[in-house]
């Protein structure tokens, strides 16, 4: 998870309210709301908790942005194949009021991205 030595220490805030920053840039394209991602990610509470990651099942993740958080839809669209983001998403681009395994609800959900492929 090599992260560029000049990487933001603070967040870009966008007109939705999600939170990001790149943490590895790449010239690579960039992924449209439609496209099928291949990705490694690590997902964490505001308490650092862990509930999901990729990582630890040493197996990259694909699916399409169209059927994911909604935070992942649009944040995933502002890095590069070979970049790699971290977001902090929080509840109403997330999972709002729902509970998922792990995940109280109206959580910020917090995700170290890497972006290998787009199909």
Known sequence: MAIDDDAPTEFTTTESGLKYRILRKSDGPKPGPSDTVTVDYSGTLDDGTVFDSSYNRNQPTTFPLSGVIPGWTEGL?????????ELEIPAILGYAGQSQPGIPPNS???FKVELHDIR
């Open 77 to 85: 669209q502002l890095v590069g194949e070979g970049g790699m983001i």
């Open 108 to 110: 910020t959900l917090h």
